[in-house]
């Protein structure tokens, strides 16, 4: 079975720039995440969402940071205009939502330093 | 805000040595725990999870002790090996569905 794929590893922009981050999750996967990860910390949730609808997105700064997941499969996350404290590694992760199951599986995640 | 955290930032030990990772959580809504392990340049790789029905659970080399009286969780690695050298994430659900809070996480080194 194939993980979570996310694209690209790895992105350098200078602060004011836009960057966006692409995820396939795990096929039949309904439910989506996307987390930020600072250097040193432990994964912050940004936005989860239930095959191709927001169940919660009350950590994600919506001034700068966007994601949209259509058809219910595939999802962006952009941010625009970037600013210095967005480098970090940005960790793409889906779930089967099974009864009994809450594990959710992460990709490789995007390393994004902003200059 | 309620939150998850780990007693230990570091953890070394010896090859073949027993690990006993901790931490505390503050929600006790809380039914949901997971441990994942994090090696550099890699996302998360899930090791094993608890609800709060239970007080052990066993894996391959790894085992998960919840107390909820104290509110405190513990992953033990048996035979430590080189390949555990990681990041030890516990995280917990708050009682919500499908979504998990992390702590902050452990390094675990393993000497040879």
């Known amino acids: 079975e194939a993980g979570v794929a996310q694209s690209p590893r790895y992105k350098i922009i200078e602060k004011r720039q836009s960057v966006a981050f692409w995820c396939n999750p795990i096929s039949g996967h309904a439910t989506l995440y996307w987390y930020q990860q600072i250097l040193g910390q432990g994964p912050k949730l940004l936005i989860q969402f239930q095959n191709n609808g927001v169940v919660d997105d009350s950590q994600l700064p919506k001034d700068r940071f966007s994601a949209e997941r259509l058809k219910g499969v595939d999802s962006t996350l952009k941010i625009q205009p970037a600013k210095l404290e967005d480098s970090a590694v940005y960790l793409c992760?889906?779930?089967?939502?099974?009864?009994?199951?809450?594990?959710?599986?992460f990709g490789a995640g995007t390393r994004l330093s902003v200059l | 805000g309620e939150s998850v955290g780990l007693h230990l930032p570091t953890l070394s030990v010896q090859e073949g040595d027993n690990s006993i990772i901790n931490c505390a959580y503050s929600?006790?809504?809380?039914?949901?725990f997971i441990w994942y392990k994090q090696e550099s340049g890699k996302g998360p790789q899930f090791i094993i999870d608890?609800?709060?029905?239970?007080d052990k659970r066993q894996g391959q080399r790894v085992t998960v002790l919840l107390n909820k009286t104290v509110k405190h969780l513990s992953l033990q690695i048996a035979a430590t090996q080189p390949g555990d050298s990681a990041v030890y994430f516990c995280a917990e659900n708050g009682g919500s569905n499908y979504k998990l809070t992390f702590g902050k996480g452990t390094l675990l080194t393993v000497n040879p």
């Open positions: 929600n006790s809504a809380s039914d949901y």
């Open positions: 992760a889906s779930s089967p939502r099974t009864s009994g199951s809450d594990i959710q599986y």
């Open positions: 608890i609800r709060s029905n239970m």
